[in-house]
């Protein structure tokens, strides 16, 4: 029987929902841009020192927007475009693939009943959301 990904998605979603996962993904770009925005309509308004309060005042808006906007996990998770999905499925399968299965509930309970494998799926869900999307992971409730 073919594995779908929505599957293994949904088992990854439980599981970081289990450990309390939370992640805060970091939007540098974003940030750089108000910055530099503020910065570059603070020098139309004001020349050259409008220039450097725009770059401050953006620079102070980019710091506060990426700061601190943990969401679930399973909810960034299911926010993934199916190309990411896919790239974290692949990584779930080498864990997964020697396990015998029928359907998504049978794996889930499955897993549920192994600490160890539960800890390998949370490992590689957090590897994957530091390494691809940079983000800081949060445990607990």
Known sequence: ???????????????SQEKGMKAAVKHSGRGAL?????????????GPPGIAVGGA???LLGAWMNSGQFRPVPQILLELPPTEQQKLYDEAMDILKRL??????QL???????????QKLAGVVMNYLSRELRAEIQYGE
Do not use: E, Y
Request: glycine letters at 14%; proline letters at 2%.
């Open 1 to 15: 029987m073919p594995v779908r990904v929505d599957d293994v998605m949904q088992l990854l979603c439980h599981v």
């Open 34 to 46: 108000v910055a530099g925005a503020t910065a570059f309509l603070g020098g139309l308004m004001g």
């Open 57 to 59: 005042l953006g620079g």
């Open 100 to 105: 015998d299965w029928t359907d998504v509930v």
């Open 108 to 118: 889930t309970a499955l897993v549920m009943g192994n600490a160890s494998l539960q």
